[in-house]
């Protein structure tokens, strides 16, 4: 099934699209929230509608209440008090760490938090002159790119102003309407963190909870973006 969004919803602060996926795709089930994670992609920034069709190319029930492209359009999939697998937390890693209810902890985790995704390639490797996605595909050239270590990679495609501004925007309606406080990755560590995985409110990265991760890269705009966040 392709998805072909049409904006049916913006208003005068956010440019909000209505991108609807499949109920079978996510779980259609009011929740109490106490988590927003941000994750990236590893895609083409420019449009979500490969994303939207990976998602729908298995069962799992994997997908985002929201994925913002690098215009800053803001693609709602479905509702932020209903929830879907994104993170992916492995029962042994939870058990290691100490965790009694290991075995559902991840599903906890997915059904207390809202996932945002921003389209975006990550992590990049060079060569010949050039930067490859996680493809081995050269990147647009008019994506901009940052030097930065983390986990494994040297260099990222930088998330656009547009959709930090976006996140800017969104962010205090959802912690408003959750009572979810500015806690969690505004403090520059996007490494595993035992608030994250508890289930503590806050905001958190996906690297928050798998070291196997890379998104959010810790992108100095984004920080300082959280930091200055306005909660009216």
């Keep these: 099934m392709l998805i072909n969004p049409k904006i049916i919803l913006k208003n005068k602060i956010m440019n909000i699209k209505e991108t609807p996926i499949p ?114 595909k050269p990147i647009a050239s008019d994506l901009e790119v940052v030097e930065c270590k983390w986990r494994g990679f040297t260099h990222f495609q930088k998330y656009s102003k547009a959709q930090i501004q976006a996140l800017s925007e969104l962010l205090p309606e959802l912690v408003k309407a959750n009572n979810i406080p500015n806690y969690g990755i505004k403090d520059g560590n996007l490494d595993v963190r035992m608030d994250a995985l508890k289930g503590e409110k806050g905001i958190f990265s996906h690297s928050s909870y798998r070291k196997d991760k890379s998104d959010l890269y810790p992108d100095k705009d984004l920080i300082n973006m959280l930091n200055n966040l306005k909660i009216n």
């Design 23 to 136: 109920k079978n795709q996510y779980y259609p089930e009011i929740q109490t929230k106490t988590q927003i994670v941000l994750h990236h992609t590893v895609s083409d920034p420019k449009s979500p509608v490969g994303d939207i069709n990976s998602w729908l190319s298995d069962t799992l029930r994997i997908s985002t209440y929201a994925i913002i492209g690098y215009d800053g359009t803001i693609n709602k999939c479905f509702p932020s008090n209903n929830w879907a697998n994104h993170l992916g937390v492995k029962s042994d890693t939870l058990k290691a760490m100490g965790f009694k209810d290991a075995g559902t902890r991840n599903e906890i985790l997915n059904k207390q938090s809202i996932a945002i995704e921003i389209d975006c390639w990550g992590g990049l490797t060079y060569k010949d002159g050039k930067y490859l996605n996680a493809y081995g």
